[in-house]
């Protein structure tokens, strides 16, 4: 019995013996130390803690890189050139990476671990994006899914945005989700106004960043930002122009119209938004307003659904019929879409139908 | 069962809260192997595929795209699809995928406007590619069965 049980005691000791060493070995062999950031041949180096994502490293840095998934390999917008100390691409890169992209070294900084020294190229107008602890100033219901979010910049801290730019806030850790998670979402606000940026938020059904917005965000409360990023912006021609956007999607518009009024920009420009029914839409003083201040502009709302109490006398159909109707040719005019890349090319596909040139159509890469 | 690391990491993103509040799971604690392997022989033994079945809801998601938050008619009018869009993409949670989806909810309806079936087009990539149905208690799985009836209505 007692060589059974020093049998037994000797296991027990030796498995604890094992399990110790690896901890141990786990917590020297994953420190990795400061490791060095050698940016753009040396112009400037940072040291940063090894082990973390390079987007997350230097987002600590004080270097914000864009991304609109919140570093989870989704967006592909966090590329930059890493020429050393980097692996080889790794399979969530490969969906987002040309051939000629993986051979000038371009990475998704969002996958790439920082484990030693990297040298890295950062186009130098990423320098000029900032981080903000902002303050929620009004949360306001534009319908039963949509909230705009008015957030007030610190005291004395101004944002010069381009109207079609987007930023992306923080999410704190709440409920289930462990850490931080940060999601774009595009600039409504007036660009005249420097010290505030406005959001146009829509319920995502299970999504982790919406469900803190609508049922644990409140006034006062602190919240975390950083841009402006984003290319999606007006071309300096004369041409007619055509928007097309539904539900949140109308935030970029907002700050674009916001701007024509404010420069006094007379191009001719009809809106397209589509909604389901009457409840379904938004912001229709704003529109009325803009229609007042900007005789060439237009708002076409048009409903799939509407509702028998809706009364509704306005447009029915889908969008792009009712643009057809409209504007029947599109030879000469631009276009700007704020969708999901599907309804994106279902548009390109209806406009290019009807006479315009595919280089007049921008939409917003980041949706 | 003992799960590998690569399943370990695929189950770690589909706890409620890594890529969703809910998760992909629900109340399901079998193997993801296991989960897959019980739904797709639910699917073979109706004679069909888990591609024909993914592919057919990633089709009808196309097909919503062109409507911009409109209902558009599909399968020779038997039914309609309508896409409630928002903004971003979400990434698969099998890490050796890197795919990824946009966010929207698809809804269709019978030609008399009944409600017949809602789903994402991440779960039309779960089971086209992965022949991941979700956990049972999840609130988006389709179980095969559902979806197969629905397949069978659109085709027949």
Same mark, same amino acid.
């Given at each position: 019995?007692?060589?059974? @049980?020093?049998?037994?005691?000797?296991?027990?000791?030796?498995?604890?013996? @094992?399990?110790?060493?690896?901890?141990?070995?786990?917590?020297?062999? *994953?420190?990795?130390?400061?490791?060095?950031?050698?940016?753009?041949?040396?112009?400037?180096?940072?040291?940063?803690?090894?082990?973390?994502?390079?987007?997350?490293?230097? *987002?600590?840095?004080?270097?914000?890189?864009?991304?609109?998934?919140?570093?989870?390999?989704?967006?592909?917008?966090?590329?930059?050139?890493?020429?050393?100390?980097?692996?080889?691409?790794?399979?969530?890169?490969?969906?987002?990476?040309?051939?000629?992209?993986?051979?000038?070294?371009?990475?998704?900084?969002?996958?790439?671990?920082?484990?030693?020294?990297?040298?890295?190229?950062?186009?130098?107008?990423?320098? *000029?994006?900032?981080?903000?602890?902002?303050?929620?100033?009004?949360?306001?219901?534009? *319908?039963?899914?949509?909230?705009?979010?008015?957030?007030?910049?610190?005291?004395?801290?101004?944002?010069?945005?381009?109207?079609?730019?987007?930023?992306?806030?923080?999410? !704190?850790?709440?409920?289930?989700? !462990?850490?931080?998670?940060?999601?774009?979402?595009?600039?409504?606000?007036? !660009?005249?106004?420097?010290?505030?940026?406005?959001?146009?938020?829509?319920?995502?059904?299970?999504?982790?960043?919406?469900?803190?917005?609508?049922?644990?965000?409140?006034?006062?409360?602190?919240?975390?930002?950083?841009?402006?990023?984003?290319?999606?912006?007006?071309?300096?021609?004369?041409?007619?122009?055509?928007?097309?956007?539904?539900?949140?999607?109308?935030?970029?518009?907002?700050?674009?119209?916001?701007?024509?009024?404010?420069?006094?920009?007379?191009?001719?420009?009809?809106?397209?938004?589509?909604?389901?029914?009457?409840?379904?839409?938004?912001?229709?003083?704003?529109?009325?307003?803009?229609?007042?201040?900007?005789?060439?502009?237009?708002?076409?709302?048009?409903?799939?659904?509407?509702?028998?109490?809706?009364?509704?006398?306005?447009?029915?159909?889908?969008?792009?019929?009712?643009?057809?109707?409209?504007?029947?040719?599109?030879?000469?005019?631009?276009?700007?879409?704020?969708?999901?890349?599907?309804?994106?090319?279902?548009?390109?596909?209806?406009?290019?139908?009807?006479?315009?040139?595919?280089?007049?159509?921008?939409?917003?890469?980041?949706? | 069962?003992?799960?590998?690391?690569?399943?370990?990491?695929?189950?770690? #993103?589909?706890?409620?809260?890594?890529?969703?509040?809910?998760?992909?799971? =629900?109340?399901? %604690?079998?193997?993801?192997?296991?989960?897959?392997?019980?739904?797709? $022989?639910?699917?073979?033994?109706?004679?069909?595929?888990?591609?024909?079945?993914? $592919?057919?809801?990633?089709?009808?998601?196309?097909?919503?795209?062109? /409507?911009?938050? =409109? #209902?558009?008619?599909?399968?020779? /009018?038997?039914?309609?699809?309508?896409?409630?869009?928002?903004? =971003?993409?979400?990434?698969?949670?099998?890490?050796?995928? =890197?795919?990824?989806?946009?966010? $929207?909810?698809?809804?269709?309806? %019978?030609?008399? /406007?009944? %409600?017949?079936?809602?789903?994402?087009? +991440?779960?039309?990539?779960?089971?086209?590619?992965?022949?991941?149905?979700?956990?049972?208690?999840?609130?988006? #799985?389709?179980?095969?069965?559902? +979806?197969? $009836?629905?397949? #069978?209505?659109?085709?027949?």
């Amino acid at each position: 019995m007692m060589t059974f @049980l020093i049998a037994v005691g000797s296991l027990v000791a030796i498995c604890g013996i @094992l399990a110790l060493l690896l901890v141990i070995a786990d917590r020297y062999l *994953n420190d990795y130390g400061i490791c060095k950031l050698i940016i753009n041949k040396g112009s400037r180096e940072e040291d940063v803690e090894g082990g973390s994502t390079l987007l997350n490293s230097l *987002n600590s840095a004080g270097v914000f890189i864009p991304s609109a998934c919140g570093g989870q390999g989704s967006c592909g917008l966090c590329k930059l050139k890493v020429h050393s100390g980097a692996p080889p691409v790794l399979p969530t890169e490969e969906p987002h990476l040309s051939p000629e992209e993986v051979s000038e070294h371009v990475r998704l900084c969002c996958q790439l671990k920082v484990h030693e020294d990297m040298e890295l190229e950062i186009p130098e107008e990423l320098f *000029n994006i900032r981080e903000f602890e902002g303050t929620v100033e009004s949360l306001t219901d534009l *319908n039963h899914d949509i909230k705009r979010l008015r957030v007030a910049l610190p005291e004395g801290e101004e944002l010069d945005i381009i109207p079609g730019q987007y930023v992306q806030i923080e999410t !704190p850790a709440y409920k289930k989700t !462990p850490e931080p998670v940060y999601r774009a979402y595009s600039i409504a606000t007036d !660009p005249h106004d420097k010290t505030h940026i406005d959001l146009v938020i829509r319920l995502v059904p299970g999504g982790i960043c919406t469900t803190f917005v609508f049922e644990h965000m409140e006034p006062g409360q602190p919240i975390k930002l950083n841009g402006p990023y984003g290319d999606f912006r007006l071309t300096d021609t004369e041409k007619e122009m055509i928007f097309i956007a539904g539900g949140s999607g109308m935030a970029p518009f907002l700050s674009m119209l916001a701007h024509m009024r404010n420069e006094n920009i007379q191009r001719k420009v009809t809106y397209f938004f589509g909604a389901r029914a009457k409840r379904d839409l938004i912001c229709l003083d704003e529109m009325k307003a803009f229609e007042e201040a900007l005789p060439n502009f237009k708002f076409v709302p048009c409903l799939s659904e509407p509702m028998p109490d809706d009364n509704w006398d306005g447009d029915t159909g889908l969008v792009t019929d009712v643009m057809k109707q409209h504007c029947p040719d599109l030879s000469n005019m631009e276009a700007y879409l704020c969708g999901s890349p599907g309804m994106c090319d279902a548009s390109v596909v209806a406009l290019t139908g009807n006479g315009m040139p595919e280089e007049n159509i921008f939409f917003d890469k980041f949706s | 069962m003992k799960k590998n690391p690569a399943e370990q990491q695929s189950r770690d #993103r589909m706890e409620p809260g890594a890529l969703t509040i809910e998760g992909f799971l =629900g109340t399901d %604690d079998r193997p993801l192997a296991d989960i897959i392997a019980a739904d797709t $022989a639910e699917v073979e033994a109706a004679g069909l595929t888990i591609e024909e079945l993914g $592919a057919f809801l990633e089709g009808l998601h196309k097909t919503a795209d062109a /409507g911009w938050e =409109g #209902r558009v008619p599909a399968c020779n /009018g038997k039914i309609t699809v309508r896409s409630d869009e928002t903004l =971003g993409q979400i990434s698969c949670p099998f890490t050796s995928c =890197g795919d990824h989806c946009h966010k $929207a909810v698809i809804g269709v309806k %019978d030609a008399a /406007g009944n %409600d017949l079936l809602e789903f994402t087009p +991440l779960d039309a990539h779960l089971i086209r590619k992965h022949g991941f149905f979700q956990g049972k208690g999840s609130p988006y #799985r389709i179980g095969p069965k559902k +979806l197969i $009836a629905f397949y #069978r209505f659109c085709k027949g």
